[in-house]
């Protein structure tokens, strides 16, 4: 059983992250692009996949810090996945903590605001936007992206 449960896992992590990364980095894309379209956006949908693809690269190194800290962390402080993120919420305790206000500190996290601030750029340079409609932007593509750990948290 343990030999088969580890070649199912095998599989998994060798064909389902990609997939999954895939797939996230085309609705990522997707809803920038629709939500650039609120700002007289000039990007075509195949750049805002391109830009959404180079500023999700981030994520790989935010993994590889992560999977860093876990190695190295004692595994009585890792109440949760934000415990090791590079957030307010580390400091958090998830039992105590108002759960939305923790999701919602979570997502202040290093890597997510450099994906987002990428994001904008590319809305920049591809869509022809200025700076500041690629400001407000970026929170609303924050905020859109906060929008699933508000419903994780409700739950």
Do not use: C, H
């Not at 690269?57 to 090791?84: E, F, V, W, Y």
């Amino acid at each position: 059983m343990m030999e088969k449960g580890r070649g199912i896992q095998t599989a998994i992590a060798k064909y389902g992250l990609p997939i999954v990364m895939i797939v996230t980095m085309f609705v990522l894309g997707s809803v920038s692009w629709l939500i650039g379209k609120m700002f007289d956006s000039k990007q075509t949908f195949n750049a805002a996949l391109v830009v959404a693809a180079w500023s999700y690269m981030p994520r790989i190194l935010g993994a590889l810090i992560n999977a860093i800290q876990g190695l190295l962390m004692d595994p009585a402080k890792m109440t949760s996945l934000l415990a090791i993120s590079l957030s307010p919420a580390r400091f958090m305790d998830p039992d105590k903590t108002n759960p939305i206000l923790y999701q919602m500190v979570g997502r202040l996290d290093l890597i997510t605001i450099w994906v987002t601030v990428l994001l904008a750029i590319g809305l920049v340079v591809t869509g022809k936007v200025t700076k500041g409609r690629a400001a407000i932007f970026g929170v609303i593509i924050w905020v859109v992206g906060s929008l699933p750990q508000i419903r994780q948290a409700m739950m």
